[in-house]
Structure formats: structure tokens, C-alpha cells
């Protein structure tokens, strides 16, 4: 197993989210490392999640229960290799992480009569994550430094209140793991397919390359100078081909190219929630499994030494 290349493409703006995405490329062997690695990214690369909610007061439309379940579901900008799991012997500064959350809608004063938009008719009208203040216990200020922990984003929307309505909660986060519970999940996806293998047998005509070349996704084909004079067709990055195969619909182009799979060349499309950087999951990932296999190992030679015995 080697760990070959990180290529990192450019991020996009979607609906003020940033989604950072990451490709990776892998030579294995074997598709069930690669799936593993996929299942670990997913489930068992711990992260910082609301785990305990308690409400002192809430008098908005939302139930208890209800806010309880959305703040769990807030993903956390909290490193987990910081804090320790919790254990049987409860809550300590070195495993949970505190945050608050007080908040009550008034009327601002002096607003005109016509005026309809509730931003501008009260505060805390719309309470988001940009509410929830960290409460550093013991020695995490010291422990966290400068990367204070926060929501990953400050303006997914909790609730929703009117004048006089108030809530004041407590929030205990912990470290945990996605099989546990989906909240701790460090990816919103994670994905892999096989390196598509694209090998044009002959030159494609001139007349024919413009049709050739939108058989493909952007970017999987170029046309080139031809030697021989004249314009030709060449495979310039296979990676971006979506292989539609629509190019085997053309029989102008039968016998001319074959589409295929490298088989031991994986990429991965991992789409963080912004707990981890992208280009720090499959590393996490790996962790765990070499942690698995250390694990499989010890106990294999305790089983072979007391059968010795």
C-alpha cells in the first residue's frame, strides 16, 4: 500500500457553503483496502459532536427534544487528536468541551409602523450557530490556543423566536465516532472509482474530431496537430472522463478507441464537513487502520504463544 499523490482542486461556493473536496490517488492491489478505507473515512475517524443538551429555559416554538437533536447535528470546529473519549469516570476538562447558548428576542424600538421584516422588527429574530459561546474549562485555553473551538459555520439557522421568547441551554460535547452516531461522521461524502483507461487505435479524421471530442467529458480530449497534416484527436487527462460511453454509439468511430478501467488505481472524492481539512481524513483513516491491523496482529500472537503453551 502506498500513499502516492494529493492533487487539490479548486474549492467551490455552493449556497455559502464551502465544500472542500480532495482527490487522492492510491495503487493497490486489491479493492477491499480501498473500500475499507472508504468505510473508516466514513464511520470510525472520531470527531467533537454535542452529546448532552440541557435546557434551562426555553419558551420559543421549538421543543426541547427538537433543539437538542439540531444542536447535536452542528458540526464542530474542534481538533478531536485534542480531547480524549470519555469515559466511565464522567466529565473532565480533557474530554468535554462546553458551550452556551442564551439568547431572547425583543422589539428594537422606533421602528416604523410599516415595516415587515422580522431582522428589522426584533433582535435574535433568527438565532443561527453564530450564537453558541465556548466555555473554556481547566487548561483549555492553553490547550487549544489560537483554534478556539467553534461551530464550522456561524450561520446555520437553530431556531426561530418572537418577543419575549428566550432560550438558555448548556452544551456538553464529547469525542465519538460515526458508527456510533451519523453526527460524528467527518465527511458528508466519500466516494472512490477506478481511473478510466481511454486508447485510441488510429488517428480520428479532421472532419470528425469536434464530434469525437464532445463524445467525452471536458477536459478528456484535445485536439492536436497531426503529423501527417491536418488536425487529430489525443487523450489529454482521462481522470475528468465520466465514462457515458457515449462515444461507442457513433459507428463512424467503431474499432477506433476502447474504453476500460485501470484496476488497481482508485480515486477518491472526499467531501469534508469541515472538522478535518480534506488532505487530513484518508490520513486520519489510514491511522485507524494500521491501528486495526496492530490490533489483529497482538492478538494473532497471543492465540499462536498459548497454543505454544
Known sequence: ??????QKEPQHQDLQTLKLIHRIRHHWNRCQIANALRRIMLAEVPTVA???VFVWNNTSLVHDEVLAQRLGLVPLKIDPRLVDMRTDEGATD????VFKLVVNCRRIPNVPKTE???AKLYTNSIVTTNSLEWEPKGDQVEMFGNDAPRPVQDDIVLV???PGQEIRAEMHCVKGIAKDHAKFSPV???SYRL???IVIHEPIPEADCLKFQ???SPGVIEIVDNPRGGKTCRVKNPRNDSVSREVLRHPEFEGKVTLGRVRDHFIFNVESTGVYTPQEIPLEACEVLLSKIRTLKTWFKMRTEEELL
Open 195 to 197: 481511473l478510466p483507461h
Open 116 to 118: 415587515k421584516d422580522p
Open 160 to 162: 426561530k423566536m418572537r
Open 188 to 190: 458528508a461524502t466519500a
Open 214 to 216: 464532445s463524445c467525452f
Open 94 to 97: 480533557l474530554n468535554t468541551i
Open 1 to 6: 500500500m502506498g500513499y502516492q499523490h494529493i
Open 50 to 52: 454535542i452529546e448532552d
